[in-house]
Protein backbone atom coordinates (compact mmCIF):
# COMPACT_ATOMS: atom_id res chain seq x y z
CA UNK A 1 0.00 0.00 0.00
CA UNK A 2 1.23 3.24 -0.97
CA UNK A 3 2.29 5.84 2.13
CA UNK A 4 0.47 8.66 2.57
CA UNK A 5 0.99 12.05 0.37
CA UNK A 6 2.28 15.12 2.23
CA UNK A 7 -0.30 17.82 1.54
CA UNK A 8 0.79 21.22 0.43
CA UNK A 9 -1.91 23.71 0.64
CA UNK A 10 -1.47 26.74 -2.03
CA UNK A 11 -2.62 30.22 -1.32
CA UNK A 12 -4.52 32.46 -4.17
CA UNK A 13 -1.47 33.94 -5.88
CA UNK A 14 1.64 31.45 -4.76
CA UNK A 15 3.92 31.34 -8.16
CA UNK A 16 6.45 28.71 -8.93
CA UNK A 17 9.66 29.62 -6.83
CA UNK A 18 7.43 29.92 -3.66
CA UNK A 19 6.16 26.34 -4.16
CA UNK A 20 9.08 25.06 -5.50
CA UNK A 21 11.36 26.10 -2.04
CA UNK A 22 7.95 24.27 -0.31
CA UNK A 23 9.37 21.05 -1.80
CA UNK A 24 12.80 21.32 -1.03
CA UNK A 25 11.74 19.34 2.60
CA UNK A 26 9.59 16.59 0.95
CA UNK A 27 12.34 14.75 -1.34
CA UNK A 28 11.23 11.34 -1.88
CA UNK A 29 7.80 11.48 -0.84
CA UNK A 30 4.33 11.60 -2.26
CA UNK A 31 2.94 15.26 -2.41
CA UNK A 32 -0.23 16.21 -3.22
CA UNK A 33 -0.99 19.87 -4.45
CA UNK A 34 -3.99 21.26 -2.97
CA UNK A 35 -5.55 24.71 -4.64
CA UNK A 36 -7.30 27.34 -2.79
CA UNK A 37 -11.00 27.08 -2.51
CA UNK A 38 -11.30 30.99 -3.90
CA UNK A 39 -8.79 32.85 -6.37
CA UNK A 40 -5.86 30.74 -8.21
CA UNK A 41 -2.48 29.99 -8.35
CA UNK A 42 0.13 28.19 -10.59
CA UNK A 43 -2.39 29.35 -13.48
CA UNK A 44 0.46 29.16 -16.75
CA UNK A 45 1.34 25.87 -17.91
CA UNK A 46 4.79 27.52 -17.55
CA UNK A 47 4.44 27.08 -13.83
CA UNK A 48 3.45 23.69 -13.50
CA UNK A 49 6.13 22.90 -15.63
CA UNK A 50 8.70 24.20 -13.59
CA UNK A 51 7.16 22.78 -10.66
CA UNK A 52 6.66 19.37 -12.16
CA UNK A 53 11.09 19.37 -13.54
CA UNK A 54 11.77 20.68 -9.52
CA UNK A 55 9.93 17.48 -8.41
CA UNK A 56 11.54 15.50 -10.54
CA UNK A 57 14.65 16.33 -9.79
CA UNK A 58 14.13 15.64 -6.04
CA UNK A 59 12.11 12.20 -7.13
CA UNK A 60 9.14 13.36 -5.86
CA UNK A 61 5.80 12.03 -7.36
CA UNK A 62 3.05 14.84 -7.75
CA UNK A 63 -1.21 14.81 -7.97
CA UNK A 64 -2.93 17.93 -7.98
CA UNK A 65 -6.60 18.78 -6.32
CA UNK A 66 -7.78 21.68 -7.90
CA UNK A 67 -10.87 22.47 -9.42
CA UNK A 68 -9.57 25.21 -11.92
CA UNK A 69 -10.17 24.21 -15.27
CA UNK A 70 -7.13 26.03 -16.91
CA UNK A 71 -4.78 23.97 -14.21
CA UNK A 72 -6.82 20.71 -14.74
CA UNK A 73 -6.12 20.80 -18.39
CA UNK A 74 -2.52 21.79 -18.05
CA UNK A 75 -1.89 19.32 -15.44
CA UNK A 76 -3.18 16.44 -17.83
CA UNK A 77 -0.93 17.76 -20.59
CA UNK A 78 2.13 17.17 -17.99
CA UNK A 79 0.67 14.07 -17.73
CA UNK A 80 0.16 15.09 -13.92
CA UNK A 81 -2.84 13.43 -11.69
CA UNK A 82 -5.95 15.94 -11.29
CA UNK A 83 -8.57 15.20 -8.62
CA UNK A 84 -11.80 17.07 -7.31
CA UNK A 85 -11.10 16.29 -3.67
CA UNK A 86 -8.16 14.62 -1.70
CA UNK A 87 -10.73 11.86 -0.97
CA UNK A 88 -10.87 10.97 -4.59
CA UNK A 89 -6.86 11.14 -4.52
CA UNK A 90 -6.62 8.62 -1.87
CA UNK A 91 -8.82 5.85 -3.87
CA UNK A 92 -7.66 6.51 -7.19
CA UNK A 93 -4.28 5.71 -9.24
CA UNK A 94 -1.52 8.47 -9.56
CA UNK A 95 0.15 9.00 -12.77
CA UNK A 96 3.99 9.26 -13.65
CA UNK A 97 4.62 12.78 -14.75
CA UNK A 98 6.14 13.11 -18.22
CA UNK A 99 8.20 16.35 -19.09
CA UNK A 100 6.00 17.54 -22.38
CA UNK A 101 7.84 20.65 -23.05
CA UNK A 102 10.95 18.56 -24.05
CA UNK A 103 11.85 16.23 -26.61
CA UNK A 104 14.67 13.63 -27.72
CA UNK A 105 15.99 13.52 -31.08
CA UNK A 106 13.32 10.77 -32.09
CA UNK A 107 10.33 13.04 -31.74
CA UNK A 108 11.97 15.86 -32.74
CA UNK A 109 9.99 17.46 -36.22
CA UNK A 110 11.08 16.10 -39.95
CA UNK A 111 11.72 19.39 -41.26
CA UNK A 112 14.45 20.68 -38.38
CA UNK A 113 17.98 21.06 -40.20
CA UNK A 114 20.34 18.92 -38.92
CA UNK A 115 23.82 20.25 -37.53
CA UNK A 116 25.85 19.45 -40.57
CA UNK A 117 23.43 21.40 -42.66
CA UNK A 118 24.07 24.09 -40.61
CA UNK A 119 27.26 24.20 -40.53
CA UNK A 120 28.03 26.52 -43.22
CA UNK A 121 25.88 29.41 -41.27
CA UNK A 122 28.07 28.86 -37.86
CA UNK A 123 30.88 28.76 -40.05
CA UNK A 124 30.06 32.36 -41.10
CA UNK A 125 29.62 33.80 -37.58
CA UNK A 126 32.33 31.86 -35.82
CA UNK A 127 36.20 32.82 -36.36
CA UNK A 128 37.73 29.42 -37.86
CA UNK A 129 40.64 29.85 -35.57
CA UNK A 130 38.24 28.65 -33.22
CA UNK A 131 37.41 25.75 -35.03
CA UNK A 132 39.55 22.57 -34.30
CA UNK A 133 42.03 21.19 -36.46
CA UNK A 134 41.82 17.72 -37.50
CA UNK A 135 44.19 15.30 -35.47
CA UNK A 136 45.96 12.99 -37.79
CA UNK A 137 46.14 9.72 -36.25
CA UNK A 138 49.67 9.28 -35.61
CA UNK A 139 49.53 11.99 -33.07
CA UNK A 140 46.36 10.46 -31.60
CA UNK A 141 48.36 7.14 -31.10
CA UNK A 142 51.59 8.87 -29.46
CA UNK A 143 49.23 11.01 -27.24
CA UNK A 144 47.55 7.66 -26.41
CA UNK A 145 50.58 6.46 -25.69
CA UNK A 146 52.18 9.40 -23.87
CA UNK A 147 49.10 9.01 -21.51
CA UNK A 148 49.48 5.31 -20.93
CA UNK A 149 53.33 6.09 -19.77
CA UNK A 150 52.25 8.94 -17.26
CA UNK A 151 49.53 6.63 -15.63
CA UNK A 152 52.52 3.69 -15.17
CA UNK A 153 54.60 5.72 -13.88
CA UNK A 154 52.76 7.32 -11.45
CA UNK A 155 51.02 4.18 -10.43
CA UNK A 156 54.92 2.90 -10.02
CA UNK A 157 55.48 5.55 -7.95
CA UNK A 158 52.14 5.93 -6.06
CA UNK A 159 50.20 2.67 -5.67
CA UNK A 160 53.01 0.50 -3.97
CA UNK A 161 53.30 0.16 0.01
CA UNK A 162 55.48 -1.65 2.23
CA UNK A 163 55.23 -2.61 5.65
CA UNK A 164 58.21 -2.85 7.91
CA UNK A 165 58.30 -4.52 11.42
CA UNK A 166 61.56 -4.39 13.90
CA UNK A 167 61.91 -5.36 17.63
CA UNK A 168 64.00 -2.01 19.22
CA UNK A 169 66.03 -3.71 21.38
CA UNK A 170 65.01 -2.89 24.80
CA UNK A 171 65.96 -4.03 28.50
CA UNK A 172 64.56 -3.12 32.30
CA UNK A 173 66.09 -1.30 34.31
CA UNK A 174 65.86 -0.91 38.44
CA UNK A 175 66.86 1.19 40.48
CA UNK A 176 66.80 1.85 44.26
CA UNK A 177 66.93 5.61 45.73
CA UNK A 178 67.25 6.43 49.29
CA UNK A 179 64.74 9.29 50.36
CA UNK A 180 64.88 11.43 53.57
CA UNK A 181 61.29 13.26 53.64
CA UNK A 182 61.83 16.48 56.20
CA UNK A 183 58.88 17.83 58.11
CA UNK A 184 60.67 20.87 58.87
CA UNK A 185 58.39 23.65 57.47
CA UNK A 186 62.00 25.02 56.26
CA UNK A 187 62.67 22.46 53.94
CA UNK A 188 60.44 23.34 51.06
CA UNK A 189 62.02 21.92 47.74
CA UNK A 190 63.52 19.33 45.92
CA UNK A 191 67.23 18.15 46.61
CA UNK A 192 67.40 15.80 43.81
CA UNK A 193 70.98 14.85 44.76
CA UNK A 194 70.77 14.95 48.42
CA UNK A 195 67.52 12.75 47.91
CA UNK A 196 65.52 15.15 50.16
CA UNK A 197 62.12 16.46 49.91
CA UNK A 198 59.58 18.29 52.19
CA UNK A 199 57.35 16.30 54.51
CA UNK A 200 53.93 17.37 55.95
CA UNK A 201 52.67 15.87 58.96
CA UNK A 202 48.86 15.27 59.54
CA UNK A 203 47.26 14.62 62.77
CA UNK A 204 43.43 12.76 63.28
CA UNK A 205 41.50 12.35 66.42
CA UNK A 206 40.15 8.63 66.08
CA UNK A 207 37.41 7.23 68.81
CA UNK A 208 36.84 2.92 68.17
CA UNK A 209 36.22 -0.19 70.56
CA UNK A 210 36.56 -3.66 69.84
CA UNK A 211 35.20 -6.70 71.58
CA UNK A 212 37.26 -10.02 72.72
CA UNK A 213 36.22 -13.49 74.02
CA UNK A 214 37.33 -13.69 77.89
CA UNK A 215 39.61 -16.60 78.57
CA UNK A 216 39.49 -16.94 82.52
CA UNK A 217 37.67 -19.88 84.00
CA UNK A 218 35.40 -20.48 87.15
CA UNK A 219 34.22 -23.74 88.09
CA UNK A 220 31.02 -23.21 90.19
CA UNK A 221 28.22 -25.91 90.97
CA UNK A 222 27.16 -28.12 88.88
CA UNK A 223 23.16 -28.28 88.25
CA UNK A 224 21.33 -31.53 88.64
CA UNK A 225 18.87 -33.23 86.21
CA UNK A 226 15.38 -34.16 86.90
CA UNK A 227 11.96 -35.44 85.69
CA UNK A 228 9.04 -37.72 86.63
CA UNK A 229 8.96 -41.14 87.18
CA UNK A 230 5.99 -43.69 87.26
CA UNK A 231 5.62 -46.23 90.01
CA UNK A 232 4.00 -49.56 89.66
CA UNK A 233 2.11 -51.62 92.37
CA UNK A 234 3.00 -54.94 92.55
CA UNK A 235 0.86 -55.74 95.44
CA UNK A 236 -2.85 -55.66 96.55
CA UNK A 237 -2.04 -53.46 99.24
CA UNK A 238 -1.87 -49.47 98.94
CA UNK A 239 1.82 -47.99 99.40
CA UNK A 240 2.87 -44.48 100.61
CA UNK A 241 6.19 -43.50 98.75
CA UNK A 242 8.08 -41.40 100.86
CA UNK A 243 9.84 -37.93 99.54
CA UNK A 244 13.73 -39.44 98.90
CA UNK A 245 13.20 -42.63 97.81
CA UNK A 246 16.05 -43.73 95.72
CA UNK A 247 15.62 -45.02 92.18
CA UNK A 248 18.76 -45.42 89.83
CA UNK A 249 19.66 -47.07 86.21
CA UNK A 250 20.99 -50.29 85.80
CA UNK A 251 22.72 -50.03 82.47
CA UNK A 252 26.51 -49.12 83.48
CA UNK A 253 27.92 -46.95 86.09
CA UNK A 254 23.87 -46.58 87.93
CA UNK A 255 22.98 -42.85 87.88
CA UNK A 256 20.94 -42.17 91.48
CA UNK A 257 17.76 -40.11 91.74
CA UNK A 258 15.48 -39.08 94.56
CA UNK A 259 11.66 -38.29 95.01
CA UNK A 260 11.10 -34.82 95.81
CA UNK A 261 7.12 -35.46 97.13
CA UNK A 262 6.14 -38.27 98.94
CA UNK A 263 3.38 -40.25 96.33
CA UNK A 264 0.36 -42.88 97.59
CA UNK A 265 0.15 -45.64 95.20
CA UNK A 266 -3.54 -47.33 94.79
CA UNK A 267 -3.47 -50.97 95.97
CA UNK A 268 -3.94 -53.41 93.42
CA UNK A 269 -1.49 -54.83 90.85
CA UNK A 270 -0.48 -52.91 87.97
CA UNK A 271 -1.75 -49.67 89.68
CA UNK A 272 0.31 -46.54 88.58
CA UNK A 273 1.38 -43.71 90.30
CA UNK A 274 3.61 -40.12 88.64
CA UNK A 275 6.31 -38.97 90.95
CA UNK A 276 8.77 -35.84 90.28
CA UNK A 277 12.68 -37.01 90.79
CA UNK A 278 16.00 -35.39 91.27
CA UNK A 279 19.66 -36.69 90.60
CA UNK A 280 21.42 -37.11 93.42
CA UNK A 281 24.33 -34.25 94.77
CA UNK A 282 26.93 -36.70 93.56
CA UNK A 283 25.13 -37.15 89.91
CA UNK A 284 24.91 -33.28 89.24
CA UNK A 285 25.79 -32.33 86.42
CA UNK A 286 25.18 -33.40 82.74
CA UNK A 287 25.28 -37.46 84.13
CA UNK A 288 21.84 -36.90 85.05
CA UNK A 289 20.80 -36.61 81.82
CA UNK A 290 19.41 -39.99 81.08
CA UNK A 291 17.19 -41.05 77.97
CA UNK A 292 13.64 -42.64 79.03
CA UNK A 293 12.99 -46.05 80.18
CA UNK A 294 16.68 -45.75 81.83
CA UNK A 295 15.41 -45.37 85.31
CA UNK A 296 14.11 -49.36 86.35
CA UNK A 297 15.58 -49.63 89.52
CA UNK A 298 14.03 -49.09 93.19
CA UNK A 299 16.34 -49.29 96.25
CA UNK A 300 15.50 -49.87 100.07
CA UNK A 301 12.39 -51.91 101.94
CA UNK A 302 9.87 -50.72 98.57
CA UNK A 303 12.22 -52.63 95.97
CA UNK A 304 10.04 -55.72 96.19
CA UNK A 305 6.51 -54.30 96.60
CA UNK A 306 6.89 -51.67 93.39
CA UNK A 307 8.79 -50.86 90.28
CA UNK A 308 9.90 -48.06 88.48
CA UNK A 309 10.22 -46.75 84.88
CA UNK A 310 10.69 -42.83 83.40
CA UNK A 311 8.64 -42.78 80.65
CA UNK A 312 10.81 -39.10 79.90
CA UNK A 313 13.71 -38.58 79.65
CA UNK A 314 15.43 -36.43 82.51
CA UNK A 315 17.02 -32.92 81.90
CA UNK A 316 18.59 -29.87 83.23
CA UNK A 317 21.97 -31.36 84.17
CA UNK A 318 24.60 -28.99 83.40
CA UNK A 319 28.50 -29.11 83.95
CA UNK A 320 29.17 -25.55 84.59
CA UNK A 321 32.14 -23.56 84.26
CA UNK A 322 31.88 -19.66 83.94
CA UNK A 323 34.16 -17.22 81.85
CA UNK A 324 35.79 -14.51 83.62
CA UNK A 325 38.06 -11.60 82.39
CA UNK A 326 41.42 -11.75 83.38
CA UNK A 327 44.81 -9.37 82.72
CA UNK A 328 45.90 -10.84 79.62
CA UNK A 329 42.63 -10.63 78.19
CA UNK A 330 42.77 -6.70 78.64
CA UNK A 331 45.85 -6.86 77.06
CA UNK A 332 45.42 -8.23 74.56
CA UNK A 333 42.21 -6.56 73.78
CA UNK A 334 44.20 -2.79 73.91
CA UNK A 335 46.79 -3.86 71.96
CA UNK A 336 44.40 -5.14 68.77
CA UNK A 337 42.31 -1.86 69.30
CA UNK A 338 45.47 -0.03 69.10
CA UNK A 339 46.48 -1.64 65.59
CA UNK A 340 43.09 -1.63 64.52
CA UNK A 341 42.96 2.56 65.10
CA UNK A 342 46.29 2.89 63.69
CA UNK A 343 45.38 0.59 60.25
CA UNK A 344 42.13 2.90 60.06
CA UNK A 345 43.88 5.93 60.77
CA UNK A 346 46.13 5.85 57.68
CA UNK A 347 42.28 5.65 55.92
CA UNK A 348 41.46 8.71 57.49
CA UNK A 349 44.21 10.39 56.94
CA UNK A 350 44.58 9.85 52.76
CA UNK A 351 41.21 11.20 52.77
CA UNK A 352 42.11 14.33 54.39
CA UNK A 353 45.14 15.29 51.86
CA UNK A 354 44.99 16.08 48.67
CA UNK A 355 44.96 13.65 45.18
CA UNK A 356 48.80 13.95 44.91
CA UNK A 357 49.95 13.50 48.14
CA UNK A 358 50.61 9.91 49.64
CA UNK A 359 50.61 9.03 53.47
CA UNK A 360 53.28 6.97 54.83
CA UNK A 361 51.34 4.40 56.46
CA UNK A 362 54.13 2.77 58.48
CA UNK A 363 54.89 6.26 60.25
CA UNK A 364 51.41 6.13 61.99
CA UNK A 365 51.78 6.58 65.72
CA UNK A 366 49.93 7.36 68.66
CA UNK A 367 50.82 11.04 69.95
CA UNK A 368 47.83 10.96 72.87
CA UNK A 369 46.16 8.23 74.30
CA UNK A 370 44.56 9.03 77.92
CA UNK A 371 43.37 6.80 80.43
CA UNK A 372 40.55 8.10 81.45
CA UNK A 373 38.85 8.06 77.70
CA UNK A 374 40.19 4.06 77.75
CA UNK A 375 37.07 2.08 79.28
CA UNK A 376 37.04 -1.80 79.50
CA UNK A 377 33.61 -3.50 80.24
CA UNK A 378 34.68 -5.37 82.67
CA UNK A 379 37.90 -5.49 85.40
CA UNK A 380 39.98 -9.08 85.51
CA UNK A 381 38.25 -11.75 88.16
CA UNK A 382 34.38 -10.78 86.69
CA UNK A 383 32.47 -13.22 85.11
CA UNK A 384 31.67 -12.31 81.59
CA UNK A 385 32.02 -14.18 78.43
CA UNK A 386 32.84 -10.91 76.13
CA UNK A 387 35.15 -7.67 77.21
CA UNK A 388 35.11 -4.95 75.29
CA UNK A 389 37.28 -2.00 75.41
CA UNK A 390 36.09 2.35 74.16
CA UNK A 391 39.10 4.24 73.38
CA UNK A 392 39.78 7.77 72.39
CA UNK A 393 43.23 8.73 71.00
CA UNK A 394 45.02 10.67 68.49
CA UNK A 395 47.79 9.66 66.15
CA UNK A 396 49.48 11.59 63.61
CA UNK A 397 51.34 10.46 60.24
CA UNK A 398 53.89 11.91 57.74
CA UNK A 399 52.91 12.48 53.99
CA UNK A 400 54.73 13.45 51.32
CA UNK A 401 54.49 14.35 47.56
CA UNK A 402 54.05 11.58 45.38
CA UNK A 403 56.24 13.56 42.73
CA UNK A 404 58.31 14.42 44.66
CA UNK A 405 59.79 11.05 45.66
CA UNK A 406 58.97 9.89 41.94
CA UNK A 407 61.52 12.70 40.93
CA UNK A 408 64.40 11.44 42.99
CA UNK A 409 64.08 8.10 41.55
CA UNK A 410 63.59 9.11 38.06
CA UNK A 411 66.98 11.07 38.27
CA UNK A 412 68.72 8.28 39.74
CA UNK A 413 66.73 5.92 36.71
CA UNK A 414 67.71 8.21 34.00
CA UNK A 415 71.54 8.58 34.85
CA UNK A 416 71.85 4.63 34.64
CA UNK A 417 69.68 4.94 30.43
CA UNK A 418 72.64 3.43 28.35
CA UNK A 419 73.35 5.80 25.46
CA UNK A 420 71.41 5.61 22.35
CA UNK A 421 68.28 4.24 24.27
CA UNK A 422 65.44 6.11 25.63
CA UNK A 423 62.96 5.77 28.56
CA UNK A 424 59.17 4.39 27.73
CA UNK A 425 56.98 6.55 30.05
CA UNK A 426 54.21 4.25 29.86
CA UNK A 427 56.36 1.70 31.71
CA UNK A 428 57.69 3.42 35.17
CA UNK A 429 56.81 1.85 38.23
CA UNK A 430 57.62 3.14 41.70
CA UNK A 431 57.63 1.43 45.26
CA UNK A 432 58.42 2.43 48.33
CA UNK A 433 59.52 0.58 51.41
CA UNK A 434 61.99 0.51 54.19
CA UNK A 435 60.27 3.23 56.00
CA UNK A 436 62.12 4.63 59.14
CA UNK A 437 61.84 7.59 61.26
CA UNK A 438 64.06 9.19 63.67
CA UNK A 439 63.91 11.18 66.92
CA UNK A 440 63.59 14.45 64.82
CA UNK A 441 60.53 13.22 63.09
CA UNK A 442 62.57 12.95 59.81
CA UNK A 443 61.11 10.22 57.62
CA UNK A 444 63.70 7.39 55.53
CA UNK A 445 62.52 5.51 52.86
CA UNK A 446 63.66 3.85 49.90
CA UNK A 447 62.03 4.26 46.34
CA UNK A 448 62.18 1.77 43.70
CA UNK A 449 61.69 3.03 40.27
CA UNK A 450 61.69 0.57 37.30
CA UNK A 451 60.89 1.65 33.44
CA UNK A 452 61.97 -0.19 29.94
CA UNK A 453 63.88 1.39 27.86
CA UNK A 454 64.51 1.43 24.50
CA UNK A 455 66.70 1.79 21.31
CA UNK A 456 66.36 5.15 20.21
CA UNK A 457 65.13 4.88 16.21
CA UNK A 458 63.58 7.94 13.99
CA UNK A 459 60.46 6.57 12.01
CA UNK A 460 60.59 9.17 9.64
CA UNK A 461 64.73 9.32 8.87
CA UNK A 462 64.21 5.41 8.86
CA UNK A 463 61.54 6.03 5.48
CA UNK A 464 63.35 8.03 4.08
CA UNK A 465 66.62 5.82 4.09
CA UNK A 466 64.55 2.84 2.76
CA UNK A 467 62.86 4.55 0.35
CA UNK A 468 63.54 2.51 -2.90
CA UNK A 469 66.02 0.01 -1.57
CA UNK A 470 65.92 -4.03 -2.65
CA UNK A 471 64.39 -6.12 0.02
CA UNK A 472 67.60 -7.64 0.13
CA UNK A 473 69.14 -4.46 0.41
CA UNK A 474 66.74 -3.27 2.98
CA UNK A 475 66.83 -6.47 5.32
CA UNK A 476 71.19 -5.82 5.55
CA UNK A 477 70.25 -2.24 6.27
CA UNK A 478 68.29 -3.10 9.42
CA UNK A 479 69.94 -5.83 10.36
CA UNK A 480 73.51 -4.46 10.57
CA UNK A 481 72.59 -0.83 11.34
CA UNK A 482 70.22 -0.61 13.54
CA UNK A 483 69.91 -1.36 17.81
CA UNK A 484 67.58 -4.59 17.62
CA UNK A 485 66.49 -6.86 20.00
CA UNK A 486 68.62 -10.08 20.03
CA UNK A 487 66.72 -13.43 18.24
CA UNK A 488 64.51 -11.10 16.40
CA UNK A 489 64.94 -10.21 13.29
CA UNK A 490 63.31 -7.83 10.61
CA UNK A 491 60.35 -8.07 8.61
CA UNK A 492 59.02 -6.71 4.99
CA UNK A 493 56.04 -6.78 3.41
CA UNK A 494 55.94 -4.65 -0.26
CA UNK A 495 52.33 -4.45 -1.52
CA UNK A 496 52.25 -5.76 -4.51
CA UNK A 497 54.36 -8.93 -3.28
CA UNK A 498 56.24 -9.35 -6.96
CA UNK A 499 57.58 -5.84 -6.85
CA UNK A 500 61.44 -5.85 -6.07
CA UNK A 501 61.75 -3.09 -4.35
CA UNK A 502 60.56 -0.61 -1.50
CA UNK A 503 58.50 2.16 -2.66
CA UNK A 504 60.05 5.30 -4.12
CA UNK A 505 57.89 7.35 -1.85
CA UNK A 506 58.82 7.37 2.34
CA UNK A 507 55.22 8.15 2.81
CA UNK A 508 54.30 4.67 1.41
CA UNK A 509 56.35 2.81 4.23
CA UNK A 510 54.94 2.09 7.57
CA UNK A 511 57.19 1.42 10.31
CA UNK A 512 56.09 -0.63 13.37
CA UNK A 513 58.10 -0.70 16.26
CA UNK A 514 57.28 -3.71 18.44
CA UNK A 515 57.71 -3.52 22.24
CA UNK A 516 58.51 -6.61 24.18
CA UNK A 517 55.58 -7.37 27.51
CA UNK A 518 57.77 -6.89 30.99
Same mark, same amino acid.
Given at each position: ????????????????????????????????????????????????????? *??? @?????? !??? %??? /? #?? =? &???? $??????????? *??? @?????? !??? %??? /? #?? =? &???? $????????????????????????????????????????????????????????????????????????????????????????????????????????????????????????????????????????????????????????????????????????????????????????????????????????????????????????????????????????????????????????????????????????????????????????????????????????????????????????????????????????????????????????????????????????????????????????????????????????????????????????
Amino acid at each position: MPTKPDYVQLESGDDAAAVRDRLTFLRGRRVLLVWPESGTALNRKLDLVLVQR *EAA @RLSIRL !AIV %SHD /A #DV =A &RHAR $ELNISVFETIG *ESE @RKRWKR !ARG %SLF /A #DR =A &RKPD $EEPSADELMPVASRVRSDALLPARTRPWVQLVTLLLIVAVIAAATYVIMPSATIRITPAQERLEVQAPIVADPNPAVTTVDVDAGLIPALIVQVPLEDTATTQTTGLREVEDSRAGGTVVFINQTDSPIDIPAGTVVATSAGTPIMFQTTDTALLAGGVGLQVEAPVEALPEYAGSAGNVDAGLINTVTGDLADRISVRNISPTVGGEDRTLRTVTLADQERLLFTLRQQMQSRACDEMTNRVSATQTVLCDTVRIIEERGDLTTFSAQPGDVADELSLSMRLVVEATAIEQLNGQQVALARLSAQIPRGRILLPETLEYESSGVSIDSTGRVGFVMTAQGTVIAQIDPEVLRDRMAGRSVADAQAYLTTELDLQPDTAPEIAVTPGWLPNLPLLAARIRIIMETLTP
